[in-house]
């Protein structure tokens, strides 16, 4: 009985060993294997094939890079945001409130454009709580106004956060709406009104 107990802890060390050895990736492959799944892709998405280089350090590290990565992924995509000439952040929380429910842009469905594209909010976060319908892999945006004071920081923040997520969490799964030109300025003012506006009904 006592060997067979021990053969056991050892087969069990043996498969623990073998499935923390993760095999070598043929980044080659990997491309070869996305440009062959879209073949009929028009040739100005092409680029959007290629990692830049935040996507490359979080690629390597899972979504979980060293600090210093991290702080480097900061530093870079902070300065990519571009900000209103005008300095209001705030636009109308009505159309931030579409731009929340609307999936619509970057769809092969949607090419060429017929309609602005939208944000598609709901389908990582709770906003309104009329809305039944929503995803959970972000937090839930409740109130997210109303808890913050509605102070002006904040509202920067939440600003940097849609134009470009990676300038607050590195490797966030959130798009960079603004950098890759996905919402204009103007639409992000309006998702920045919907969560930080009193008179949102995510703040009421």
Partial sequence: MRSI????????????????????VDSAKIDAAI???????????R?????DETMKVCSIHH?????????????REKAKIEYPADGNLLGDWKSGERLAQSGYGLRFTDYPARNPNGGNCYACHQLTKAEVSYGTIGPSLLNYGKVR????AETKAAYEKVYNAQAAYPCSNMPRFGTNKVLTIEQIKDLV???MSPDSPVNK
Avoid: C, H, M, Y
């Fill in 193 to 195: 009104a919907l969560v």
């Fill in 149 to 152: 004071n509605f102070g002006a």
């Fill in 35 to 45: 440009a062959a799944a879209f073949p009929t892709a028009p040739p100005e998405w």
């Fill in 5 to 24: 107990v021990i053969a056991a802890i050892l087969l069990a060390g043996t498969v623990s060993a073998q499935a923390q050895q993760k095999p070598a």
């Fill in 63 to 75: 979504n979980v890079p060293p600090k210093a990565d991290a702080d480097a992924i900061q530093a």
């Fill in 47 to 51: 680029p959007r094939f290629d990692q």
